[in-house]
């Protein structure tokens, strides 16, 4: 009896030590807050490459990614038109609402590490990781872009269940 109480102790401080672990992991991957859409990834970390493509026909190709939640994507973004164009990630709330700034200030710059912005002919990285399930959106946010349908979308399958112990 004393012999699996010990056991017991055993198995609970090692579930208290890989929670700790996790705990400060989370802490070391990014700020305090959960982002709606994810975050910046590593890009050591990536697991995959998507490669999208932006034309003058004001599409994405493709339009429609499929990613597991937690995963690291990099994406390789390549404007093979000749007009600027750019991918944003966001919520459709927040991808609207920064399309109505750049509407009224065409010239504003951004960077930040949700989107990538090219002229034609260049190409560029986003490392992002999903770390929600559901649908996150991307956009172009040139002036008249999105509105000509310049827009896609990212599926987040929902992770089965913990890896356990990897
Ligand atoms: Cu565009």
């Known amino acids: 009896m004393n012999r699996s109480i010990r056991i017991a102790t055993a198995a609970a401080t090692i579930a208290l030590a890989s929670a ?4 400060s992991g989370q802490h070391a991957g990014g700020h305090g807050h959960v982002e709606a859409v994810g975050k910046p990834g590593i890009a050591s970390k990536a697991t995959r490459t998507v490669n999208v493509d932006m034309t003058d026909g004001m599409r994405f190709n493709p339009s429609s990614i499929h990613v597991k939640q ?3 994507v990099r994406f390789v973004v390549t404007n093979s038109g000749k007009l600027k164009h750019e991918l ?4 459709e709330k927040e991808l609207k609402e920064h399309y ?3 509407k009224k200030h065409p ?3 951004h960077a930040d590490p949700n989107m990538v912005t ?6 560029g990285e986003i490392v992002w ?3 929600k399930a559901g649908k996150v959106d991307f956009a172009c946010l040139q002036p008249g872009h999105y509105d000509a349908g310049m827009k896609g979308a990212v599926n987040v399958a929902r ?3 913990k890896q356990g112990r990897n």
Do not use: H, N, P, W
Not at 88 to 91: A, D, E, F, M, Q
């Open 20 to 23: 700790a672990a996790f705990a």
């Open 70 to 72: 937690g995963e690291t």
């Open 88 to 91: 944003v990630l966001g919520t």
């Open 100 to 102: 109505e700034v750049m």
């Open 107 to 109: 010239e504003m710059e």
């Open 118 to 123: 090219l002229a034609g002919g260049k190409t």
């Open 129 to 131: 990781q999903f770390t």
């Open 159 to 161: 992770a089965a269940r």
